[in-house]
């Protein structure tokens, strides 16, 4: 069976420090891969997706990219963090063509 | 195009009913729904893919009307564990683009 992986589960940051968040996928082969970010109390922010290694989709601009270097592995990266970048990020994978997102259990960002 | 859902929020007593709307101003050819539970993860409930579809999960149901470009999802005699935010999402080229949610909260 397929599972999503991603970690840390909490982070706390200081503000200008780097980031990296890793989401891993395991029991399927290309799958459609996707970087949410979600404010306390609020909806689901997508900022980046990809169908394919090497391929990013940017959704907002921002101080943020993301990056895949092998099928299953979605990184989401940052040089400099702002006040701003806090909050619940979430990595989701589905399969081609209309199917269901799943979710990984998030990573919970707070910026000092 | 975000799809707007209502209401925003629904406050319930258990074996209450209750029906969350999700309406686009684009054209709908799917749509999907996600509850989350405070402090984790969205979870997939379901996904409509025609117009006037109905579909079911337990006692909770949704309706597609791609005419009216909106679905609806129906919780019959909530439980306690239907507690949480409820989101749909309108399917667009490899993406999902989801609602703000409608967070719904059931008292014993």
């Known amino acids: 069976s397929q599972t999503i992986h991603q970690w840390p589960a909490t982070l706390v940051q200081p503000v200008g420090s780097p980031l990296s968040l890793e989401c891993t996928v395991e029991g399927t082969s290309n799958p459609n891969l996707y970087w949410y970010r979600q404010a306390a109390g609020r909806g689901l922010q997508l900022l980046f997706y990809s169908v394919g290694i090497g391929q990013i989709s940017s959704e907002v601009p921002q101080n943020l990219s993301a990056s895949r270097p092998q099928d299953r592995q979605f990184i989401l990266s940052s040089k400099k963090l702002l006040l701003s970048d806090s909050g619940f990020y979430l990595c989701?994978?589905?399969?081609?063509?209309?199917?269901?997102?799943?979710f990984g259990d998030g990573t919970r960002l707070s910026i000092l | 195009q975000q799809p707007v859902q209502s209401p925003q929020a629904v406050i319930l007593r258990e074996g209450e009913d209750a029906v969350i709307n999700c309406s686009s101003s684009k054209a709908l050819y799917s749509v999907h729904w996600y509850r989350q539970k405070h402090g984790e993860a969205p979870v997939f409930l379901m996904i409509l893919l025609k117009g006037g579809e109905q579909k079911g999960h337990d006692k909770i149901s949704a309706s597609f009307n791609e005419k009216k470009q909106q679905s609806s999802l129906y919780l019959t005699a909530s439980q306690l564990s239907y507690s949480g935010t409820y989101f749909c999402g309108t399917e667009i080229d490899d993406k999902i683009i989801f609602g703000k949610g409608t967070r719904l909260h059931i008292l014993p």
């Open positions: 989701a994978w589905s399969g081609m063509g209309i199917q269901p997102q799943h």
